[in-house]
């Protein structure tokens, strides 16, 4: 994978994170750093970083990059059970 396909790569994860946690959470993600499996192994880029008012409490996104989705959120409880629960 080029740097420019990553950097694209990682651009619609980051979009995908933040509106999804906009719209389960009704919170800001600020994303500090990513990590792209291969898709060898695991089509995946997690996505660190915090939500805004609490940047010491790290938030992942876990974004599938072959069904463009977010496939789970992983943080505190306080955060996870903060969930919206969209019918």
Not at 25 to 31: D, P, S, T
Not at 49 to 73: A, L, N, Q, W
Request: aromatic share 12%.
């Amino acid at each position: 994978m080029s740097k420019a396909e990553k950097k694209e790569l990682v651009q619609t994860a980051a979009s995908a994170g933040e509106q999804f946690i906009k719209k389960h959470y009704n919170a800001e993600f600020i994303l500090k750093d990513y990590e792209i499996i291969d898709p060898s192994v695991q089509s995946t880029v997690y996505l660190y970083g915090y939500v805004k008012g609490h940047e010491k409490d790290e938030i992942t996104v876990v974004y599938s990059y072959h069904t463009h989705e977010v496939r789970t959120v992983i943080g505190p409880d306080w955060f996870i059970d903060s969930e919206i629960k969209i019918k």
